[in-house]
């Protein structure tokens, strides 16, 4: 979305406060919204820009709307062992939830109360108001998230000091329990939780959401004693932590190194990261200043680390296999190659090693469609699929009984040819055993089941 979340530099991850800030932002942007589409359930388009591709039909499926405040989530979205999907969502001032789907019975529930399981009733900036992580499953099969704090209401007497801190939770489906661990900054959110249960720990990521450059601590957590062990500050904004092949784990560094931990030796290294022999440039985002979104994914043999900068339209990746200090990486081209744009921050790797991922395109033609995109290791380009086109309208209600648009729902607009297809950005994406690709989208907040042929 378009509401500015990192002192105007990056649009944020979901809705929030939108209004006028959505028109400041949009403003600095260069973009110009017609204001009847903030007015309706969904908008009709008056130039079609995804003509130029053929639809990507997804069934949709609306996450309950009890459990968002504003029609939003994040990253969190993983397929357990169990072949369901979990999801978390984002309730600013009171609470998140883990929900999860039946791809069977497209049934879904919650199994998760975050705010009951650590067993308060704080509210406002005090609760627990969202579940930005990405779900990790462990060997186990227990879904590991971790919880993390929203906004401060504007012209408000909150302060950042009221948010206790993120707790880390592990959610097993075999026994439908969660296990909650303490704070491990206090004051700091949870933005990643990797476990090594091989190992007996966890790898911790926290985030203070200051900015210009924030606070993130890379942890390690003992899963039997609950103690926390602090490796470093590394200042780099939403860290997605993996464990290579070896047990080592990695996070980005502000500056653009990165940050490898093992444990077998014990040691934390500080790599240099090139980009097909060079340094980052500029263009990729993988070494600003004040750090930048970038998700990263592994191969299902944990020997390749895969990765794309949220404002860059690359897709790279790394060999883990190295024991030295250089972390050679290689780009594998533009996710979109016409695209004027793009904004990615929704990635992963399938069990079958291709890497899936979320894009909102614009093109030189106008229009910003959401398209999914894939690239199959060793292949010479990445492949659009082309725009998400919802194949089931009426999925979900978008006016209330007196006829009124409901509020947090004109995340859709209506094409020329009829078809309602989400707009702004895909949150979260992953891709299930049986070749599914889901994916969320925003207002509301949707988990779209795509079956890519």
Sequence with gaps: MFVNRVAGRYPDFAFHNLGSKIMKSAARLGIVFIIAGFCSAWAVRSEDATARRPWLWSTAHAIPKELTSEGSGYFSIIEGKDGKIYVGTAKYGSNAYLVEFDPKTKGMKTVVDCMKEIGSTASGFAAQAKIHTRNNVGESGKIYFGTKQGYPKPN????????????????????????????????????????????GVAYISTCSDERPIESTHFMVLNLETGKYRDLVDARHMYAFIVVDHAGRAYHPLLGGQILRFDPAADKLQTLTQTIDGQPPTKESHLADEHSHPINWDLSPDKTTLWAVAMSGNQLYSYDLKGTGTTLAGKSHGPLIKDAKATDCRAMCVAPDGRVWMGVEATFEKGGQPLHVVSYQPGAAACVDHGPIGVKNPDFTKFTGDDGKPLPWHHGYEKQQDGTLAPRYVVMGICAAKDGTVYATTLAPFTLHEIKVK
């Design 156 to 199: 408000s007497e909150e302060k950042r000091t009221d948010y206790p801190g993120g707790y880390p939770m592990v959610y097993d489906p075999a026994t439908g329990k969660t296990l909650v661990y303490d704070i491990p900054v206090k004051h700091q959110g949870v933005i990643s939780i990797t476990p090594d249960e091989s190992r």
